[in-house]
T-cell receptor, first 113, second 112 residues
Framework: DAGVIQSPRHEVTEMGQEVTLRCKPISGHNSLFWYRQTMMRGLELLIYFNNNVPIDDSGMPEDRFSAKMPNASFSTLKIQPSEPRDSAVYFC???????????FGEGSRLTVL | AQTVTQSQPEMSVQEAETVTLSCTYDTSENNYYLFWYKQPPSRQMILVIRQEAYKQQNATENRFSVNFQKAAKSFSLKISDSQLGDTAMYFCAFYGTYKYIFGTGTRLKVLA
């Protein structure tokens, strides 16, 4: 298996622009997580899906952030409008039922100017 | 609410020596998992070791072992025979009912 695939690896955009990050989880994994990593806050859980259904989105910073999982093999995290404080590395991770082990993608580094 | 605390922001160790990274957590759950993940400069997060809370025996993976003290809610990672490739950020993580929480990390540097 190719592992968790994220795109883009790097994105530089200007404040106010829409940003869409994409994730393809490992086939057969039924849980998907979006994390944000910054120096100041470390790894923050943004949202967690189980069987394509959002279970916990309490970590989503504000209404500018939205996440979808239309099917078991694809998820998006959208920021609209983006702000400089959104600059971070965004990780997607998936896991199998009941094992707890997270398999991470390589992350998407977002820079908002 | 569950919390995970790593009190050592940075550590260093000489190559071939042993180092222990600390982690404490707080939860009211009885069944959960604990993990150590490694993030090298490449930024890829990699699982190092996992421990099921219902197992009394400490997990071991080659040079990596844990000291799991359930009553004390402590979960430390011991790295034996440290290698230069062990240089990385190490994150302790708790997985309970629909919650996956990471500590703030310990930056470990292995010195030649």
């Amino acid at each position: 298996d190719a592992g968790v695939i994220q795109s883009p690896r790097h994105e530089v955009t200007e404040m106010g622009q829409e940003v869409t990050l994409r994730c393809k989880p490992i086939s057969g994994h039924n849980s998907l997580f979006w994390y944000r990593q910054t120096m100041m806050r470390g790894l923050e859980l943004l949202i967690y899906f189980n069987n394509n259904v959002p279970i916990d989105d309490s970590g989503m910073p504000e209404d500018r952030f939205s996440a979808k999982m239309p099917n078991a093999s694809f998820s998006t995290l959208k920021i609209q409008p983006s702000e400089p404080r959104d600059s971070a590395v965004y990780f997607c991770a998936s896991s199998q039922p009941n094992t707890g082990e997270l398999f991470f993608g390589e992350g998407s580094r977002l820079t908002v100017l | 609410a569950q919390t995970v605390t790593q009190s050592q922001p940075e550590m260093s160790v000489q190559e071939a020596e042993t180092v222990t990274l600390s982690c404490t957590y707080d939860t009211s759950e009885n069944n959960y998992y604990l993990f150590w993940y490694k993030q090298p400069p490449s930024r890829q997060m990699i699982l190092v070791i996992r421990q099921e809370a219902y197992k009394q025996q400490n997990a071991t993976e080659n040079r990596f072992s844990v000291n799991f003290q359930k009553a004390a809610k402590s979960f430390s990672l011991k790295i034996s025979d440290s290698q230069l490739g062990d240089t990385a950020m190490y994150f302790c993580a708790f997985y309970g009912t629909y919650k996956y929480i990471f500590g703030t990390g310990t930056r470990l540097k292995v010195l030649a």
